[in-house]
């Protein structure tokens, strides 16, 4: 785990007349992931932060307003953090700083008079001049909140049909039963010749016995 403390202390910027007393006095502004990596500054000379909704434009009627009417957006904001200390340390903030920038753990931001949770370092940008000391670094830091939600996830146990009662012997002459969907195609057959010639002598004895029977009264 790293960790980006820089142990210099800076109250008042010019840093010569701080005392030891001054110096031994803990990080007020820390930007710290969940991992537990920091980076700590001793003063702040500018912060704003943003905490806006979004509600309806048009009509609505009267007494309907609810929750989903009030969007709530993620708050987000901008301060400029100063700490002093050698090449090294400020080099080593900077580092920390890019670390949390590129990472993508939630950040919590320390303060004094107020903590933010679950934010991302959107960007950031620094300086150093000579008229306040190359020794100090100032740092405009862009915090954003990340608003995270849990789907919701429901489970559904689907019962298989009951099968169909069984077709009873009286069931099965009534006419109801009977299905008229088409079952599909059916193949057709051609008979041979010899079973057509077949067929129609059966046919003949068949007729011929017929008038016998009506012109002599055959039984």
């Known amino acids: 785990m790293m960790d980006f403390n820089i142990p210099v202390i800076v109250d008042n910027f010019g840093g010569a007349g701080n005392t030891a007393e001054e110096k031994s006095q803990p990080p007020q502004y820390i930007l710290k992931d969940e991992d537990g990596n920091q980076v700590a500054f001793y003063a702040?000379?500018?912060?704003?932060?943003?905490?806006?909704?979004?509600?309806?434009?048009?009509p609505i009627e009267k007494g309907s307003f609810a929750n989903y009417n009030r969007i709530i957006d993620p708050y987000e904001g901008t301060c400029r953090l100063a700490l002093e200390g050698t090449e090294s340390e400020i080099q080593q903030a900077l580092d920390g700083l890019e670390e949390l920038r590129k990472g993508l753990k939630k950040i919590e931001f320390i303060m004094p008079f107020a903590n933010y949770e679950n934010l991302m370092?959107?960007?950031?940008?620094?300086?150093?001049?000579?008229?306040?000391g190359f020794n100090l670094l100032q740092v405009?830091?862009?915090?954003?909140?990340?608003?995270?939600?849990?789907?919701?996830?429901?489970?559904?146990?689907?019962?298989?049909?009951?099968?169909?009662?069984?077709?009873?012997?009286?069931?099965?002459?009534?006419?109801?039963?009977?299905?008229?969907?088409?079952?599909?195609?059916?193949?057709?057959?051609?008979?041979?010749?010899?079973?057509?010639?077949?067929?129609?002598?059966?046919?003949?004895?068949?007729?011929?016995?017929?008038?016998?029977?009506?012109?002599?009264?055959?039984?």
């Open 121 to 132: 370092l959107e960007s950031y940008d620094y300086r150093r001049d000579s008229h306040s």
């Open 140 to 219: 405009d830091v862009r915090l954003k909140e990340i608003r995270e939600v849990e789907s919701a996830r429901t489970t559904t146990s689907v019962e298989e049909p009951p099968p169909p009662p069984p077709v009873t012997e009286e069931a099965s002459a009534d006419a109801s039963c009977v299905s008229n969907e088409d079952g599909g195609q059916y193949q057709t057959y051609s008979p041979t010749d010899a079973e057509t010639e077949t067929a129609n002598t059966e046919s003949n004895k068949t007729m011929a016995k017929t008038i016998y029977d009506q012109v002599f009264g055959g039984g």
């Open 44 to 58: 702040m000379m500018e912060m704003g932060m943003t905490s806006s909704s979004q509600l309806p434009s048009e």
